[in-house]
């Protein structure tokens, strides 16, 4: 048949549909011809799997995660393939702007912990990029004035032989204020050794606003030398360590002990809900072994709701706590308005040395409604004093409960000025208050505490003789009524529980469950 053609006013419809179609093909294309071009341009950037993408950058692995924080601008992202592994020293440049510049897994919000929570590394690890240096040198490590930085679920391994450190924040060689490294943050991170020489630190924190939390670092430790998991010399805070796992063999977090060209303290800083711990296996294995935790040099540093479990003696004399000041710093050197509450300290030589005469001294240390249990014993290989003091200006012991095989004090050198010890329980044992070349009790308070004001304490063992009449003296610890012989909460019926100052519980009062987060 033949086909019958369209008439003309049916043609020219038609061909203005197709001038619209293509008009409005234009429009779309022309978008898409420039997004075209923009990818290949992207390819430019992205010869080694580096990806830019309005503000994220998006480093593939084998990419080159140094170009990305180059190229990066503050309040974008880089997001590092999860399970990829990224081996070099990355520096964090400074950069104009005080937004963050956040660093951080590819892996999708639901494939790694939840803000506040700390992170589990046999859990999420797989979905953690993995940095790490092949040489000594620091896998991150900052320049004179880096600032606003966050790392989010990112794994850190160690350095070439576990020397130095894995994050090295400042270089402690800097001149002026402004140069310090500060809004650094690590949020849900995992930082460990991965030498069989173990690693010599995981963070040196000298910076300013750095933040550290819901973290885990762990294996940090050294035969021959020191070791900490964070340790803060160099920088004058604020510093918040809040929610972490924090395992080390010479001290687990250290303040001071080491000089600065700008003779700073750290101050203004917070150690909160985490746990420090030392495994237990690593008692046949060599590790240079001293504190849980010490201050050489700090001020207004409050350390809260802790849980720190196992030390012993090995290179030194297995004394859990700290506050020593050391003159590294010279001067400047000083401990000054730490708190020190709701923690929980079990298994180790000794509990605690106090100890200002260098520097500038050791003034107002408050030690409050703590737990220390498992304190000396021959697991531990230590002596199970309490308390070594030699010159302070202002400590405060009050609502402690103290189970040590030890006595309560060893007291040498100068004495301990403005010196209360009130609401505690704890044992006499052999000696109780002792000190150097003194008889024990009232002899020891006289000259190692003047003036000291010990009260409403109940010390199982001794006698009213030694303390006077205003404490309590059970011959035996079932007599106080605890609730078991681990926790040591006291029982709704102790006779003890109302009998503090101003009608307190005697010794610690804490949420047993809660202290060392998660």
């Not at 590790?287 to 201050?295: D, G």
Request: net charge positive.
């Amino acid at each position: 048949m033949r086909r019958l053609e369209k008439p003309n006013w049916q043609r020219k419809k038609d061909h203005k549909k197709f001038i619209l179609l293509g008009i409005i093909g234009a429009i779309f294309a022309i978008p898409l011809l420039f997004g075209v071009v923009n990818f290949f341009n992207n390819l430019i950037f992205t010869e080694t799997n580096v990806l830019a993408n309005g503000n994220k950058i998006i480093v593939r692995a084998g990419g080159d995660f140094q170009a990305a924080l180059n190229k990066a601008k503050p309040g974008d992202m880089i997001l590092l393939q999860a399970g990829a592994e990224f081996k070099g020293s990355f520096t964090l440049p400074k950069k104009q702007g005080k937004e963050f510049i956040t660093i951080r897994t590819s892996a999708m919000d639901s494939q790694i912990p939840p803000e506040g929570k700390r992170i589990d590394p046999k859990r999420y690890s797989p979905a953690l990029p993995k940095l790490s240096s092949p040489t000594a040198e620091a896998v991150i490590k900052t320049v004179d004035g880096s600032h606003h930085y966050r790392f989010i679920a990112v794994e850190f391994g160690g350095t070439k032989n576990g020397e130095n450190n894995i994050i090295q924040i400042g270089s402690t060689e800097e001149r002026r204020i402004e140069d310090i490294p500060h809004h650094i943050e690590f949020d849900r991170v995992y930082i460990h050794a991965t030498s069989s020489k173990g690693q010599r630190r995981g963070i040196a924190a000298n910076g300013k606003h750095i933040v550290i939390k819901n973290s885990h670092i762990s294996g940090i430790r050294r035969k021959g030398d020191e070791s900490q998991a964070i340790a803060v010399w160099a920088g004058d805070g604020p510093i918040e360590i809040i929610n972490n796992y924090l395992e080390a063999a010479a001290e687990n977090i250290l303040f001071g002990g080491a000089g600065s060209s700008l003779k700073l303290v750290p101050s203004d800083c917070i150690v909160r809900d985490n746990h420090l711990n030392k495994p237990i296996k690593w008692k046949n294995e060599g590790w240079v072994v001293k504190n849980l935790f010490e201050i050489k040099n700090g001020r207004r540093i409050k350390v809260e709701n802790n849980l720190m479990t196992n030390n012993w003696a090995m290179g030194q004399d297995g004394t859990a706590i700290l506050f020593t000041v050391r003159e590294d710093n010279g001067k400047a050197s000083t401990i000054e308005d730490i708190e020190f509450t709701g923690n929980i300290v079990r298994g180790s030589g000794n509990a605690i040395n106090v100890y200002g005469e260098e520097g500038s001294g050791g003034h107002r240390l408050t030690i409050r409604n703590n737990l220390f249990a498992d304190i000396g014993g021959e697991k531990w290989k230590g002596r199970g004093h309490f308390l070594i003091s030699n010159d302070w200006n202002g400590l405060k012991i009050e609502n402690n409960t103290i189970i040590q095989r030890g006595n309560v004090t060893n007291a040498y050198g100068k004495p301990i000025r403005d010196f209360v010890f009130r609401n505690n329980i704890i044992y006499n044992n052999e000696y109780g208050f002792i000190g150097d070349s003194v008889s024990p009790g009232k002899p020891t308070l006289s000259k190692f505490f003047p003036n000291a004001v010990v009260e409403k304490n109940i010390i199982i063992g001794a006698d009213s003789s030694l303390y006077g009449r205003n404490n309590y003296y059970p011959s035996s610890i079932r007599q106080i009524g605890f609730k078991d012989f681990v926790n040591y909460e006291l029982k709704a019926d102790s006779p003890y529980r109302k009998r503090g100052l101003n009608g307190k519980t005697i010794g610690a009062d804490l949420n047993l469950a809660n202290v060392g987060g998660d």
